[in-house]
């Protein structure tokens, strides 16, 4: 069944007059003679076969029938005046907040900023490296890029990649000092960008976690250890995402062709009325839609050429 509305230019004139108080103001409002006001108003009451205003008051008094219907009025035209305003507002200008995990800021985001100033030239963005969730609510921070378990509440929560973990080191170094099975990961210093968890995880995998471990470097976050392996200082456990860039150049390289899931993933967050802004929106969709271009062409492939060797005993076992 057809929902039958009342005609709009009288439900303007009603609303002015009633928010306003008084027909007069309605009608500079509205840019229109009292006498047009006054003529709208009554249009509606014999409309709705009721009276909207008291007649006999000196000023301008709303009847009951009317002071229920003034809500649903003023509800309904503030809604279209917002939603005109969304539509007529630039989407594709002003300054935008982004804290993001330090690797994939440096390693994956900045390399590509290019291609989003390149199509927003008119959007300012203030770059911040943390990994900090409690930043979502933060009043300076506007969209939150995240590595963990996504286990954020109240916020507009989306993953935005999985990413695969295998060791990387500089060709430099891997062609001073071989790695030709995993046991030679013996001679190598490790370095770790956490508490040495996702190495642990790699070794298991690799039914390593026997190894004879040698000197270890700790880092407070991944990019520092992809870093140090950058300068040749150790074999760094590298990401899918992040170290895909400096796997494509060259500049690292993987020795084995062993890859194992994270635990955790890449979130994007940010409090319900900031995705609800265009700018907002114009950046996050950019943001998916270069992972999925980054995804295409397969960057993030795991080339080693050393395939794991399970040890003779457990072949045996297994038999």
């Given at each position: 069944?057809?929902?039958r509305?009342?005609?709009?230019?009288?439900?303007?004139?009603?609303?002015a007059?009633?928010?306003?108080?008084?027909?007069?103001?309605?009608?500079?409002?509205?840019?229109?003679?009292?006498?047009?006001?006054?003529?709208?108003?009554?249009?509606?009451?014999?409309?709705?076969k009721?009276?909207?205003?008291?007649?006999?008051?000196?000023?301008?008094?709303?009847?009951p029938?009317?002071?229920?219907?003034?809500?649903?009025?003023?509800?309904?035209?503030?809604?279209?005046?917002?939603?005109?305003?969304?539509?007529?507002?630039?989407?594709?200008?002003?300054?935008?907040?982004?804290?993001?995990?330090?690797?994939?800021?440096?390693?994956?985001?900045?390399?590509?900023?290019?291609?989003?100033?390149?199509?927003?030239?008119?959007i300012?963005?203030?770059?911040?490296?943390?990994?900090?969730?409690?930043?979502?609510?933060?009043?300076?921070?506007?969209?939150?890029?995240?590595?963990?378990?996504?286990?954020?509440?109240?916020?507009?929560?989306?993953?935005?990649s999985?990413?695969?973990?295998?060791?990387?080191?500089?060709?430099?170094?891997?062609?001073?000092?071989?790695?030709?099975?995993?046991?030679?990961?013996?001679?190598?210093?490790m370095?770790?960008?956490?508490?040495?968890?996702?190495w642990?995880?790699w070794?298991?995998?690799?039914?390593?976690?026997?190894?004879?471990?040698?000197?270890?470097?700790?880092?407070?976050?991944?990019?520092?250890?992809?870093?140090?392996?950058?300068?040749?200082h150790?074999?760094?456990?590298?990401?899918?995402?992040?170290?895909?860039?400096?796997?494509?150049?060259?500049?690292?390289?993987?020795?084995?062709?062993?890859?194992?899931?994270?635990?955790?993933?890449?979130?994007?967050?940010?409090?319900?009325?900031?995705?609800?802004?265009?700018?907002?929106?114009?950046?996050i969709?950019?943001?998916?839609?270069?992972?999925d271009?980054?995804?295409?062409?397969?960057?993030?492939?795991?080339?080693?050429?050393?395939?794991?060797?399970?040890?003779?005993?457990?072949?045996?076992?297994?038999?």
């Amino acid at each position: 069944m057809k929902k039958r509305l009342p005609p709009l230019n009288p439900l303007r004139a009603f609303e002015a007059a009633a928010r306003l108080g008084s027909l007069s103001k309605a009608a500079s409002e509205l840019n229109v003679t009292h006498g047009a006001i006054s003529h709208q108003i009554r249009a509606l009451e014999e409309a709705l076969k009721v009276s909207l205003f008291e007649r006999s008051a000196r000023r301008l008094k709303l009847t009951p029938q009317g002071a229920e219907l003034l809500p649903a009025v003023s509800s309904a035209f503030d809604g279209i005046a917002a939603a005109t305003q969304r539509m007529t507002r630039p989407t594709s200008s002003g300054r935008l907040s982004v804290s993001c995990v330090p690797a994939l800021l440096s390693l994956w985001l900045i390399p590509r900023l290019s291609s989003f100033y390149a199509r927003f030239p008119d959007i300012s963005l203030r770059l911040m490296a943390s990994n900090d969730p409690q930043e979502i609510r933060s009043p300076d921070v506007d969209i939150c890029i995240l590595y963990g378990d996504g286990g954020w509440s109240d916020c507009w929560l989306r993953k935005w990649s999985d990413l695969e973990l295998f060791p990387i080191v500089s060709p430099t170094l891997i062609n001073n000092k071989p790695i030709r099975t995993i046991r030679d990961l013996a001679d190598h210093v490790m370095l770790h960008g956490d508490d040495g968890r996702e190495w642990n995880t790699w070794l298991a995998a690799a039914d390593a976690l026997d190894l004879k471990r040698g000197q270890r470097h700790m880092f407070s976050d991944a990019r520092l250890s992809t870093e140090a392996a950058l300068n040749g200082h150790g074999v760094a456990l590298g990401d899918s995402v992040t170290a895909s860039g400096l796997l494509a150049k060259g500049q690292l390289i993987t020795p084995f062709k062993l890859s194992v899931p994270a635990v955790d993933a890449f979130y994007v967050a940010c409090r319900s009325e900031v995705r609800s802004a265009p700018i907002a929106q114009v950046f996050i969709d950019w943001l998916f839609a270069e992972r999925d271009e980054a995804a295409a062409r397969a960057e993030t492939s795991v080339a080693g050429q050393i395939s794991i060797r399970k040890r003779r005993s457990q072949k045996q076992s297994a038999t």
